[in-house]
């Protein structure tokens, strides 16, 4: 593993109690930092903090409701003092299947998560890093964002969506020490697979040309470093992780 500095910070990540979160916050205390991890899931969250040690805080958050995040960010910082960086790793892919059969409310569901969760983190992080000057946002896409699965539209909208909203709030902060960045894996094999078709799992594998699954590590490494100091003439930039699908 290659040694990344985030010693001394903490960073905020939602979705931290499992799959890529729980990756991204191991790489960054193997970094030297701390990590708040949001998650819905209170038992899951105390289990996480139990894995990963005393540098872990867990703070039970539904990222969809305003409120509740604005809670979850006084408690991180009456915890930490300080928010350096905010992952936002929360998501679900809702069901596959046409457009035209899609159900509404689940379609309202997975946007409300996947993009209103991330607007809403944004929203109530970002001025306390405006505050100290300072501030690495790294937000969740997908290559789905960028290509357009087809039986997961509300996926894709919701990923293509976060791509915008990078490139949005990036430009907004480039003037702050503040920056803003997304990166595009490709299907990662986590519990999210327990939400999809046998059939799509096997269609996002049969457009990767290294023709495997990427793993939550590789894309913790990525957004580790996203996380750090070094990260500092980027801004509102997309970071491919598809082992060889997105070429462009």
Not at 183 to 188: K, L
Not at 201 to 214: H, T
Not at 235 to 244: E, I, M, N, Q
Request: glycine letters at 10%; aromatic letters at 6%; one cysteine or more.
């Amino acid at each position: 593993m290659n040694q990344l500095d985030f010693a001394g910070r903490h960073a905020v990540i939602t979705g931290g109690a499992a799959g890529l979160g729980f990756a991204i916050a191991q790489r960054l205390l193997a970094s030297g930092g701390s990590v708040s991890l949001w998650d819905r899931d209170e038992a899951a969250g105390r289990s996480a903090v139990a894995a990963l040690g005393a540098k872990a805080h867990a703070v039970a958050v539904d990222v969809t409701q305003q409120a509740s995040v604005q809670a979850a960010v006084q408690a991180s910082l009456a915890h930490a003092g300080r928010i350096d960086a905010l992952v936002n790793s929360a998501g679900i892919t809702g069901p596959n299947g046409k457009l035209w059969d899609y159900p509404v409310d689940a379609w309202r569901q997975v946007m409300e998560v996947n993009l209103n969760g991330v607007f809403l983190c944004c929203r109530e992080v970002v001025p306390h890093m405006k505050g100290s000057n300072y501030g690495r946002v790294v937000n969740i896409a997908s290559v789905a964002g960028k290509d357009g699965n087809p039986n997961a539209s509300a996926y894709s909208a919701s990923k293509a969506a976060v791509i915008a909203l990078t490139k949005s709030l990036g430009k907004e902060l480039a003037d702050t020490g503040v920056r803003v960045n997304c990166v595009t894996p490709a299907a990662v094999k986590t519990a999210m697979f327990e939400q999809m078709t046998p059939e799509h799992i096997a269609f996002m594998l049969s457009k990767i040309p290294m023709a495997r699954f990427g793993t939550p590590e590789e894309v913790a490494a990525l957004v580790g470093w996203l996380c750090t100091e070094d990260c500092s003439f980027s801004t509102g930039a997309v970071f491919d992780l598809s082992g060889g699908r997105s070429t462009y």
